[in-house]
């Protein structure tokens, strides 16, 4: 990235809608009660998205993800947000996301997608995806994803996929409780872990891990800054000013929204460089 040229790093955005696959509308009735959910209704394809963000000289960290085990829906490819990075890298990275319910097949696309597509990281979502992330079944991809330094963020807390729906669409929310992620964050010091977003109910599980884990950073993704729990804002402006980093969501929330909305929930003026950019270019590894 060009980091002089960006005001902000925001390291949660979502590829929505493929320009090479048709969209799946197995499984419509998540979109649908997402978007009630969220309040939203448009879902803007790679390139509008990365227009978007070019024009508002915000760099951005993109991916799709993979629950196709647990939802039966085909995701968007990972090559095509990989390819999209690489030709819009002074601004883009692009993560990941494999189930890790495909094994050995999984393990494969993973250094694929790493070597021949450098991918800057991994996108994971347990309760879309089934499992707890201290689940021995995803400890080879982890330790393939140690073995290059990149980090790996996981989905944390409420889930609004699923949420108003029937049996919450058959998802657990159990899943993405974030003590699970210190089990990850001892087994994998060398992988960074990102806890994707407030994770309520369980805020309090995740100011601890992040704390006690040198390896493990709160993205801040999902929720509007003036919803913040009190203890999550006391702490970046303390103890982890460093391990906090922007995201919003997009398109679920837009950085603008996020960006306003910072300004008036009780950060103190200084932690505003540091999470807004200089946070996520230590720890995607862009600076010393």
Request: proline share 8%; net charge negative.
């Amino acid at each position: 990235m060009n980091l002089d040229q960006l005001v902000a790093i925001d390291v949660h955005t979502h590829a929505e809608v493929s320009c090479r696959c048709e969209p799946d509308d197995y499984g419509k009735a998540f979109d649908e009660a997402a978007e009630r959910y969220f309040k939203f209704a448009h879902r803007p394809t790679i390139p509008e998205t990365i227009a978007y963000y070019r024009e508002r000289r915000i760099g951005l960290v993109m991916f799709t993800v993979d629950a196709e085990f647990e939802t039966g829906r085909r995701r968007i490819p990972n090559e095509e947000v990989a390819e999209a990075a690489l030709e819009n890298s002074d601004m883009m990275i692009a993560f990941a996301s494999i189930d890790p319910h495909k094994g050995k097949m999984g393990l494969r696309e993973a250094r694929r997608l790493i070597e021949s597509y450098k991918v800057g990281g991994f996108k994971f979502h347990p309760t879309l995806q089934g499992f707890y992330p201290n689940d021995p079944m995803a400890y080879p991809l982890y330790e393939l994803i140690a073995e290059y330094k990149l980090p790996a963020i996981f989905h944390s807390g409420h889930s609004g996929i699923g949420t108003g729906m029937r049996g919450g669409g058959g998802l657990r929310l159990k899943y993405s409780n974030p003590i699970h992620l210190d089990d990850v964050a001892a087994d994998f010091p060398d992988m960074k872990v990102i806890i994707a977003h407030p994770s309520w109910p369980w805020q309090d599980e995740a100011l601890s891990v992040c704390l006690h884990k040198p390896n493990v950073y709160i993205d801040l993704s999902g929720w509007s800054p003036k919803y913040f729990p009190p203890q999550l804002v006391r702490y970046a402006n303390t103890q982890l000013q460093h391990k906090m980093l922007f995201g919003s969501d997009f398109p679920l929330i837009t950085p603008e929204r996020w960006m306003t909305d910072f300004e008036q929930a009780g950060f103190r003026p200084e932690m505003k460089p540091l999470i807004f950019k200089d946070n996520a270019a230590r720890m995607l590894g862009l600076t010393g």
